[in-house]
């Protein structure tokens, strides 16, 4: 036995507390165990580690306790580059556009992600061509104190610190 949506779709068991939205408002992920400090679960797209189909368009949520935030770790990535996207926001609704934190795509590894609320949202959409493996992404719950951050309070993904590159706009991230 399944689920009802509130559109009035029925999903199945195994779609329920499965990190994807396959109810039009998530309804099918409200109530499910949220990660306490340490835990950890993998996202990974469609027929990982085999190709993905064309013409995805799915989104996970994920969530952990109040007072935590969100580290995510791509581990394996290859999308083509461009028009099939792994786009991640801040929150549960990932149609509000000033929620997102990054998209990426390509064939590099993407570089840790950390959110600032302990919700997250991943969104993967791909066209009609040139399929890949897609990626496998851990994502950890932490204690947001454990991270440095830039002046405007962002936090600071470790592998951020001292790499020539600029994470935080004023570079404070380089110093030291």
């Keep these: 036995m399944g689920g009802n949506c ?3 779709s029925v999903i199945s068991t195994e779609q329920l507390c499965n990190y994807i939205l396959d109810c039009p408002y998530g309804e099918d992920e409200e109530g499910c165990g949220l990660l306490g400090e340490g835990d950890y679960t993998l996202i990974y797209s469609p027929g990982y580690p085999d190709n993905y189909p064309d013409d995805v368009n799915v989104t996970y949520l994920v969530g952990a306790e109040d007072g935590l935030v969100l580290f995510v770790n791509f581990t394996d990535f290859s ?3 461009f028009l099939d996207t792994v786009t991640i926001g801040n929150g549960d609704d990932p149609y509000d556009a000033g929620s997102e934190i990054a998209t990426v795509s390509g064939s590099s590894l993407p570089g840790d992600i950390i959110s600032n609320s302990s919700v997250i949202w991943i969104r993967f959409t791909t066209d009609g ?3 890949s493996t897609g990626f496998l ?6 204690n ?4 440095d951050t830039c002046y405007n309070g962002d936090l600071i993904p ?3 610190i001292c790499n020539y590159e600029w994470f935080c706009e004023n570079g404070v991230d380089e110093l030291g």
């Design 6 to 8: 509130s559109d009035g």
């Design 79 to 81: 999308t083509e580059f």
């Design 129 to 131: 061509s040139d399929n």
């Design 137 to 142: 992404a851990h994502i950890t719950a932490v």
């Design 144 to 147: 947001p104190e454990e991270f």
């Design 158 to 160: 470790p592998s951020e």
